[in-house]
């Protein structure tokens, strides 16, 4: 499933994981997003050649469409976290007509790039890119994977529309500040995104 209750195309010839994040401290919940999309990102371009680009916060391009999805959700409370589910739907062998026609145009795999790749060798990148991130944050804090985050944001710079629960805007994406929210200067003044729909506007 996609977010805000939508489906996610996952027909044969993907790689679909859910990893899951027990014993998470609360400071590191606004980690586990960014640490997933990084973490994608340096396993798909090891084995694909090519650059990726993160669509804020969860959609990972390439070449500006889309190749990968994620989705975390929580379990547990204001007080505890029991577990996160770190959901990651990568497309691998599928072609344009495993596709819908209306995704055709904006989704890509590993074989609409011309690469074959083993299922089992992305499986075991994409769990060792995790944990070595997750080591980092242990020793370093966020900073450093909001760093890579922020570089590899195909968001930035862009003017986008932004759709959320109470209202439309439209502005330029300027930062991602220290908790992963989007900040888009608008001629209002600078709107934090913390969760939304975001369309870049044609020039």
Same mark, same amino acid.
């Given at each position: +499933? ?10 044969? !010839? ?10 998470? #401290? ?30 804020? #916060? ?42 819908? +026609? ?33 080591? *980092?944050?242990?020793?370093? !804090? ?20 932004? *759709?959320?629960?109470? +209202? ?17 200067? *608008?001629?209002? !003044? ?14």
């Amino acid at each position: +499933k996609g977010r805000l209750g939508r489906s996610f195309q996952s027909p044969e !010839g993907g790689l679909y994981l859910s990893a899951l994040w027990q014993d998470c #401290p609360a400071g590191q919940l606004l980690t586990v997003t960014p640490l997933a999309a990084v973490a994608v990102c340096r396993a798909v371009e090891s084995l694909c050649d090519t650059d990726c680009g993160i669509k804020w #916060p969860n959609d990972i391009l390439v070449k500006g469409r889309k190749m990968v999805g994620i989705l975390t959700e929580l379990n547990g409370s204001a007080e505890k976290v029991n577990y996160i589910i770190m959901g990651i739907g990568v497309n691998t062998g599928i072609t344009a007509e495993d596709l819908p +026609k209306d995704l055709q145009p904006i989704v890509t795999s590993f074989a609409r790039e011309g690469v074959r790749v083993s299922r089992l060798a992305l499986l075991e990148t994409l769990l060792k890119e995790i944990e070595g991130l997750y080591q *980092t944050v242990c020793r370093d !804090g966020f900073a450093p994977i909001l760093a890579e985050w922020r570089a590899l944001s195909c968001m930035l710079g862009q003017d986008v529309t932004v *759709t959320s629960i109470d +209202k439309t805007f439209s502005g330029k994406a300027v930062d991602i500040d220290e908790n992963g929210n989007l900040l888009v200067a *608008t001629p209002e !003044g600078v709107e934090v995104v913390m969760a939304g729909d975001i369309h870049v506007r044609p020039a």
